[in-house]
Nanobody, 118 residues
Framework: QVQVVESGGGLVQAGGSLRLSCAAL????????MGWYRQAPGKERELVAV???????NYADSVKGRFTISRDNAKNTVYLQMNSLKPEDTAVYYC????????????WGQGTQVPVSS
């Protein structure tokens, strides 16, 4: 069984920084892409950033230049460094891991809240 566990959320002031971490735990031998998504109140879940096992990254336009995604393949962990936070970044942030087991299985974390005060 695979568990995806996020940490690092919390209240932050506008202009501040926060670092989210996410670990894929359990029988995990090979992870393809890992990513961060977010869902603001009353809105649909959206992609924030994704990183492949080879290190290629993709970001939502709204966070380019402010957020940085990285990963440690040896620890099956992905990070999201968030700088220059804005109130519109307020959301529940979810981690996703695509675990390869013959086919790709997608696992989600429980989400971590990031409220940004103005």
């Amino acid at each position: 069984q695979v568990q995806v566990v996020e940490s690092g959320g919390g209240l932050v002031q506008a202009g501040g920084s926060l670092r989210l971490s996410c670990a894929a735990l359990g029988k995990v031998f090979n992870i393809d892409a890992m990513g961060w998504y977010r869902q603001a109140p009353g809105k649909e879940r959206e992609l924030v950033a994704v990183i492949t096992s080879g290190g290629s990254t993709n970001y939502a336009d709204s966070v380019k230049g402010r957020f940085t995604i990285s990963r440690d393949n040896a620890k099956n962990t992905v990070y999201l460094q968030m700088n220059s936070l804005k109130p519109e970044d307020t959301a529940v942030y979810y981690c996703n891991a695509n675990v390869v087991r013959v086919t790709i299985h997608s696992y989600w974390g429980q989400g971590t809240q990031v409220p940004v005060s103005s």
